[in-house]
């Protein structure tokens, strides 16, 4: 007896008496031992006994009064379904095994040149009979079963075909033993074809188990993702005497706020911001950047990486769904169940694929009980059988239902692991077509931590003087250039002022009133607008930008004031993944709202030929846009926040990773290892899995496209050579594992 | 040529025109979806195959897979981008919200079985 306790969400609730009904009836269903039902809550839990009783019982026992039960499929059912697989499995290899066995012994006793060193025994028919009819319906059953009920609903699948074909072999064989005269009176030989039937369910079983095997392996990379996630978490509690104790509680307990203390070498077990203490910490199986990064107070941690060194703790902050590893799982899921386009044409072939090959195969009947040639002794109605046998084997629908899912599950769990997320299986084809990549300069290819390093005042005031006024009026703005100016300012200990009629105009700057003065402080475009000239200073300015760095310019009641320099520091990884990105032949394009000096300047130092500059924000998807007029499949590459338009705009929409969301609404593609080189690894990566694809494509066409009418017999006029329904079981099985082994071997493939 | 080639050549015919007709001319019966949640049985295929639910509202369907053949241990329903596992003789339910009116088709995990949700 295995006694389980667990809680469901109850859909439906309206009153105290509905509690009752339902704990009523939940407490009558057999198995049941107790059921509490809370209606604040909306949440049953129920205890039961697991041998007797499942979910689906508990489901129909509140379904019954008129509620609903909400079954969770929690991450962690991947347990549940190993298990079965596994059952599965096991069932399958006896299977194979008796059916080979069997039809060996069969083919022994009736396979020319075999059957001279045969035992009298296997020769007998009759025991061949009896050999053969477990396998049929015992082994084959699973093609019956399935059929049956399809039959019904006037569809067709592979166990049709195998059912059908080997049918035909068993009833064929079993008739020419009952009625031996009736099929001499035929003028044929009194032969079964018992091993037919045998071998061919023998082997497309064996072929199923090898791709069942297989197949597992194409999710693994999910199975990994769930199994990385921490068990216990040891939280710090207030007991009852006031104390703070440190105590293990399962991960699902952990809430919102908890504190949790990791020590060296454990996982971590939530989402959080560290309170206390310092580590370095594995994030690789995150961000697949394999080198652990130094967090100290106020970082931020992600559930099921690694503490290494330190112990520290800190406060949970996300945890169940909303946790990382779980918006990663998502992700990933709802990436395999996506279909890409490519699929498009083997999913209309596939559903008319089946009737058409019975067709065929009745055609094929026709044609050689008709016009085919009867070699001396043997006889057309021989011939006209096994080949339709071996149409209705060797037809493999399986192979281009298999070939694209398996290589996008393959594809995106790669990608996953390397902390490439890919949102569907779309963008994935998608992506090995781009021809050119914009990155969005700021906070992408740079860190977008600017920061100040040239204050240039002219005569009228002090740099002090001038850092304050620029402080003052860029307080209220949120421009990264702000923050930097606002930080400066903070170091150097200066008091901000108040500001009135603070205005901040898009693309241009900022104005406002401080101590009475009409303060304008932003771009060259702002001074323009204000007519402040900038004189002498130009040349200072151009200088400036000419080393990449962003000016803004003060104006005091309509008169220059100072100059700000601000510079933001390049990516270590910018170079290199442009590079990466150039040597594949892709265009690199940047975009940013910096002037065209300072762009130019900043440009160059990465090897960016081609730049846009002084772009305001709501233009960046126009830009985006007016490239993909060109003719060319364009990838945005941002932080998904600011330009967000711009990723939704683009063929393909990347968004590099900040903190711990990884879910970006307007990016198809997410990297969360920060690194840019990612970008050139994930355009491989599609070209990559689509290159398996269209193999697997053009083997499983070329497969049923090849040899469907080699079954039929269309070489034997020139060539005398026919396809025995053996030959044709061992041709389908071998294609189905070849596509999924083919997918498979994407995995070998290193990013 | 004889009497028995002529025969086989009949029903030969006969049973192309009659596969073509059972299994490519049926007819599609579409059940519509008035409460919040529809129930489909996995046995063979999908029963009700073709459900048709109104735009922008949650259903739930759930899957009961009966079928013990491996082939329809999955359901994908590319358009929402699911894609599951299906225990035996377990009620698994998915949850959808089409914004969109059309035709979304799921089929099992080989693209062998189909059937469709139509948003109306």
Known sequence: MTEIKKTYPIKGMHCASCVGVIEKSLKRTVGIKDAVVNLATEKATV????????????SSAVDNVGYKVIIQQEAVSGDQEKQEKTKELKKLRIKVAVSLLFGGLIFWGSFPGLINIAPELLKNFWVQ????????????????RATIPALKHRTANMDTLVALGTTVAYVY?????????????LGLEVMPYFDVATIVIGLILLGRYFEARAKGQTSEAIKKLIGMQAKTARVLRQAQDGKVKEIDVPIE??????????????????????LEGESSIDESMITGESIP?????????????????GTFTYKANRVGQDSMLAQIIQLVQEAQGSKAPIQRIADLISSYFVPIVIMLAIATFAIWYVIGPSPVGESALL???????????????????????????????????????????????????????????????????????????????????????????EKGSEHSLAEAIVKKAEEEKIDIESVSKFKAIAGHGVEGVVRKDKVSFGNRRLMERENIALGSYLEQIELLENEGKTVMMLGVNGKLAGLIAVADTIKDSSKDGITALQNKGIEVVMITGDNQRTAKAIASKLGIKRVLAEVLPDQKEAEVRKIQSEGKIVAMVGDGINDAPALAAADVGIAMGTGTDVAIEAADITLINKDLRTVASTIALSKKTMRTIKVNLFWAFGYNILLIPVAMGILYPFFQILLSPI?????????????????LLLKKYKI | MTIDKIIVLIFSAIGIVFTYWFFLMKKEKVVVVTSDAVDIVVDGGYQPEIISIPKGRTTTINFLRKDPSG?????????????????????????????????????????????????I
């Open chain 1, 47 to 58: 205890t039961y006994d697991s041998d007797i009783c499942n979910e689906e019982q508990i």
């Open chain 1, 129 to 144: 009979l009896l050999l053969a009819t477990p396998v049929q319906f015992w082994a084959g059953w699973d093609f019956y």
């Open chain 1, 293 to 309: 990064v130094d967090k100290a107070k106020g970082d931020t941690v992600v559930g099921a990486t690694i503490n290494k060194t």
């Open chain 1, 253 to 274: 307990q952990v809430v919102i706020g908890d504190v949790i203390r990791v020590r060296p070498g454990e996982k971590i077990p939530v989402d959080g911001v560290i």
């Open chain 1, 383 to 473: 011939f006209a059988l096994l080949n339709t046998v071996a149409v209705l084997i060797i037809a493999c629908p399986c192979a281009m239902g298999l070939a694209t899912p398996t290589a996008i599950m393959v594809g995106t769990g790669l990608g996953a692991e390397k902390g490439i997320l890919i949102k569907d299986a779309e963008s994935l084809e998608i992506a090995h077509k781009v021809t050119t990549v914009i990155f969005d300069k700021t906070g992408t290819l740079t860190q977008g931590k600017p920061e100040v390093t040239d204050l240039i005042s002219t005569n009228k005031i002090t740099k002090n003087e001038l850092l304050k006024l620029a402080a003052s009026i």
């Open chain 2, 71 to 119: 082939c329809l241990e999955e359901v994908v329903l590319s358009g929402f981008k699911i894609r599951k596992y299906l225990p035996l003789n377990q009620k698994i339910s998915i949850e959808i919200n089409p914004q969109k009116t059309g035709e979304y088709p799921f089929s099992c995990g080989m693209n062998m079985f189909h059937g469709k949700v139509m948003v």
């Open chain 1, 173 to 185: 064989s079993a008739f020419v033993i009952f009625f031996p005269s009736v099929v001499m009176d």
């Open chain 1, 727 to 743: 030959f044709a079981s061992v041709a389908m099985a071998s294609s189905s594992i070849s596509v999924v082994a083919n997918s």
